[in-house]
């Protein structure tokens, strides 16, 4: 995928925010643009634009959990590929998967993962939605512990 895909991507979720409560059980569109939305919900529509459906009420624990819809991966030897779901989370000492960060691998460009994902910034005025690689989560201070990956069946 080239990288005028990706800004194409992020162009899309332009001055859209962050809203915690604004999850994959949303259904009108015009609300994330009046409210905002959170990682869960924009795992869900990544997912669907890559062609995975997955149940609405599956949130990042359950997601997480999940062997039905999903098996666990390792890059590693697996590699990435769009679709993939990566958990991140900021404290692994006080682990608890309701409150898992997951992003979705749009595309992989010269063997590097690109992931689409909503955070809350600080600074409440910049875009909730961005496109990351591996090392970004690693030098963030709130989802540098990668937890897992998976990959929908």
Request: hydrophobic fraction near 40%; charged fraction near 30%.
């Amino acid at each position: 995928m080239s990288r005028e895909v990706l800004e194409e991507i992020t162009s899309l979720f332009s001055g859209v925010k962050y809203d915690f409560n604004s999850g994959p059980l949303i259904e009108r569109a015009e609300h994330i643009f009046e409210v905002g939305l959170n990682c869960q919900l924009l795992a869900h529509i990544a997912l669907e634009e890559l062609g995975y459906g997955l149940p609405k009420d599956m949130r990042s624990k359950e997601l997480y959990e999940d062997t039905d819809f999903t098996f666990p991966i390792d890059p590693e030897v697996d590699g990435w590929r769009p679709g993939d779901i990566l958990f991140t989370y900021q404290r692994p000492d006080n682990f608890d998967p309701k409150f898992l960060h997951m992003s979705v691998c749009i595309a992989v460009e010269a063997g590097a993962p690109h992931f689409l994902h909503a955070l809350k910034f600080k600074d409440s005025e910049r875009d909730a939605v961005t496109v990351w690689q591996l090392e970004d989560f690693e030098r963030s201070n709130v989802h540098e512990h990668i937890i897992s990956a998976k990959r929908v069946r």
